[in-house]
């Protein structure tokens, strides 16, 4: 691509925009618990990245713009559930989709497979280092960087600022290792930072910190990316790996199609004989069927998936014979997708036998994702002009994007309750770490009634909740899912 020449004024622009989102970043977020203010800071992240990069984006219906969809929905969930386990993975996954859309929509790279991806995110690197402190000082000086600076001497301040970059964290990990491992170094290493504690314990200096630390982080990050010149990684050399003969993969799917054809016939006894099927095996019950091999099909699904994705790649196009590779592979997938349902009604069974959790749930959720992946390997099989990896890519965030919006904690509380009321067994423990979303559903188990036991102990957990929503909370830590728990609780006490 061509260089984007951003002038010196531009890029102070970009440094004084960057100060001011970590001015917005502490607002949000200093001292507080994370909610609104999470989707709040994605906008303002957004409107700091369109703002800088007006002049080398254009919209086009491609990968990059279509990432505004999970990120926004991913964010928004901050300020309206409260699932832990979901959150703590939004709160991981978002920064990478945000690093991978800015790069994206800047260089508009048109990839179809991930070690295309690497090779360009490592050149990218490249420059991000090669680059980083000239940007830096091209702030600091009135005048570009190459007429203050001899080329050797900022090699050597370049390559300073690298080797502070690579020592920093590595001297954090061995320093901490180091003083768990010796108390006379433990001590001198507190005496040494004693009068920091001092300093620390300022709310200036805290606040301070926190601008410091995200404005460096947003406009290293923003001023690199826009300012640098990446190649363009044209696929027009790569190396064609069609080189596998038909005849090999076929022979393949044929062995592998032998073994998973009889698997299926004795699947399809138990799935469609019912429980006297699986009775009539001597020393066999529900209970075992349904413990027994969940995680060995799923296993051998990912390895189908595998082998049919390896075989799409490295396969030539012989005419005929890849028609009957085609056969077999639709075969394949057909049998995978029995395999899928036995797994699937195993796990349905364990939850029926003892009870309703997060991992079970998100079983269930793989199970539906690997679904999607052969339906359109099965696609692929007869469309090759299918991206194949853009087409996963997609379908595992839209995939991760509803589950997050299923209200899992409320689908837990709620098969957990009606499972109560059918056997009389319960988890109460493990229904006393679900979020506030599960707060509506729980208020079923205080309202059975004040003989049951079981009621007794929700009534004394709904109670020291009710208590727990009545401290107060900064707006920037609004969420939808607190409010919602306070409301039914207030409903129970009157």
């Known amino acids: 691509m061509e260089d984007t020449n951003i002038t010196t004024r531009e890029i102070r622009l970009l440094a004084i925009l960057s100060l001011s989102a970590g001015i917005v970043f502490d607002y949000l977020f200093h001292g507080k618990a994370i909610g609104i203010s999470y989707p709040l800071f994605t906008v303002v992240f957004y409107c700091l990245f369109l703002v800088a990069s007006w002049r080398q984006i254009t919209f086009q219906i491609n990968f990059g713009w279509f990432l505004f969809i999970p990120i926004l929905l991913l964010s928004a ?3 309206i559930y409260s699932n832990p386990v979901l959150l703590a993975l939004n709160f991981i996954l978002i920064p990478p989709l945000l690093l991978l859309q800015t790069v994206l929509l800047v260089y508009r ?16 690197l490249h420059h991000i280092f090669d680059n980083a402190p000239k940007v830096f000082l091209e702030v600091i000086l009135s005048a570009k960087i190459t007429d203050k600076i001899a080329p050797e001497k900022y ?7 690298i080797g502070l970059i690579i020592s920093v964290p590595l001297l954090i990990i061995v320093i901490a290792l180091l003083v768990e491992a010796d108390t006379v170094f433990q001590n001198l290493i507190v005496d040494m930072f004693k009068p920091l504690e001092s300093i620390a314990s300022i709310p200036f200096a805290q606040h301070a910190a926190t601008i410091g630390i995200v404005t460096i982080l947003l406009f290293s990050y923003l001023a690199v990316v826009l300012k640098v010149k990446v190649e363009e990684m044209s696929e027009v050399n790569r190396r064609d790996n069609r080189n596998w003969d038909a005849i090999i993969v076929a022979t393949v799917l044929v062995m592998m199609n032998a073994v998973y054809l009889l698997f299926c016939v004795i699947q399809f006894a138990y799935l469609f004989g019912g429980e006297e099927t699986i009775r009539s095996i001597p020393n066999y019950t529900y209970a075992e069927y349904a413990r027994r091999g969940f995680s060995e099909l799923i296993l051998v699904t990912v390895i189908n998936l595998s082998t049919l994705l390896i075989g799409l790649h490295f396969i030539k196009n012989d005419g005929k014979l890849y028609h009957v ?3 077999l592979g639709c075969l394949l997938v057909f049998c995978t997708v029995i395999m899928l349902y036995s797994a699937h009604l195993r796990l349905k069974l364990y939850e029926e036998a003892y009870g309703y959790t997060y991992a079970r749930i998100f079983a269930h959720t793989f199970i539906g994702f690997l679904f999607i992946l052969f339906m359109l390997t099965l696609y692929k099989l007869w469309r090759t002009e299918l991206p194949l990896i853009k087409a996963f890519a997609i379908a595992a965030l839209l995939t991760y994007t509803t589950l997050n919006y299923v209200n899992v904690d409320a689908i837990i509380a709620r098969k957990n309750i009606d499972r109560y009321f059918n056997i009389g067994k319960i988890d109460f423990d493990y229904l006393q770490e679900l979020s506030y979303d599960a707060i509506p559903e729980l208020r079923r188990l205080d309202e059975a ?3 049951d036991a079981v009621a007794h102990k929700m009534a004394a957990f709904l109670n020291k909740k009710r208590v727990e929503l009545r401290s107060e909370s900064p707006w920037q830590s609004y969420n939808f899912s607190r409010v919602r728990a306070k409301h039914a609780l207030s409903e129970t006490h009157q």
């Open 77 to 79: 969930a901050f300020a």
């Open 109 to 124: 790279v048109r990839w179809s497979s991930v070690r295309f991806i690497a090779r360009f995110l490592r050149g990218l």
């Open 155 to 161: 090699k050597l301040f370049k390559n300073v600022l």
């Open 325 to 327: 590779v085609r056969v």
């Open 449 to 451: 009634g004040a003989k």
